[in-house]
């Protein structure tokens, strides 16, 4: 309640809008609205998002549900960040890294802003499985972001010449070439080549109970 109020008082001082004309846009009085600004009482979820949508704010929830924001301009990635900071993704296959099936999407939360389509996979296998140190072990879900730049020391997403499934291996350079390195030292590393296909860069790795 709080940082709705916060939220819908900074966005009228920036519109220039006051208390009545908000009032009249929404069809109630100055008084309503002010008991509402100054938690006099309590409007309802709608009520709430009925505010936003007056103010240009509609991207954000009121309820527990997460709507991507609009992040077309500065203001409303900030706002979003600030009011709003968890993001949903679709869960990926291996085999179509990227792409989700129309009518089976299923999403995971996370309040990682990704720069690119971002997306999720779970892990298979025990390739990233290290003995010690950081290891990322089968079942985890890995957040993959397409915009990130792949650069030497980060954990990636590739398809590797004639392979129809993404690989998921640490990118290393030595002696000026690249190789993308499982964490399990029992696997073999690959050769980072030109035919190779990068996906995306791996921002974060959860996993749940």
């Not at 009228?12 to 009249?24: D, R, Y």
């Not at 996979?121 to 915009?147: F, K, N, Q, R, Y």
Request: glycine share 8%; hydrophobic share 40%.
């Amino acid at each position: 309640m709080d940082k709705w109020i916060e939220l819908v008082k900074a966005k009228m001082k920036e519109l220039h809008i006051t208390q009545v004309v908000l009032a009249e846009r929404l069809g109630m009085s100055q008084g309503g609205v002010g008991h509402w600004l100054t938690k006099r009482r309590q409007p309802s979820v709608d009520d709430m998002n009925r505010v936003l949508q007056e103010l240009g704010l509609e991207f954000l929830e009121v309820a527990m549900v997460i709507r991507e924001p609009d992040t077309s301009t500065e203001e409303g990635l900030a706002l979003a960040q600030k009011y709003n900071p968890y993001f949903r993704y679709p869960v990926s296959e291996w085999h179509q890294v990227g792409h989700v099936r129309e009518g089976e999407i299923r999403y995971e939360l996370t309040d990682y802003h990704a720069q690119g389509e971002a997306f999720w996979l779970v892990v298979m296998g025990d390739a990233m499985t290290a003995p010690s140190g950081l290891s990322i072990p089968e079942g985890m879900s890995i957040l993959v972001d397409p915009a990130i730049e792949a650069v030497p020391g980060k954990l990636v997403v590739a398809y590797l010449p004639g392979s129809s499934d993404a690989t998921f291996r640490k990118l290393i350079e030595e002696s000026g070439q690249r190789y993308l390195v499982p964490l399990n030292p029992t696997y073999p590393k690959s050769l980072y080549t030109k035919q190779c296909r990068m996906i995306g860069v791996v921002v974060q790795a959860t996993i749940r109970f």
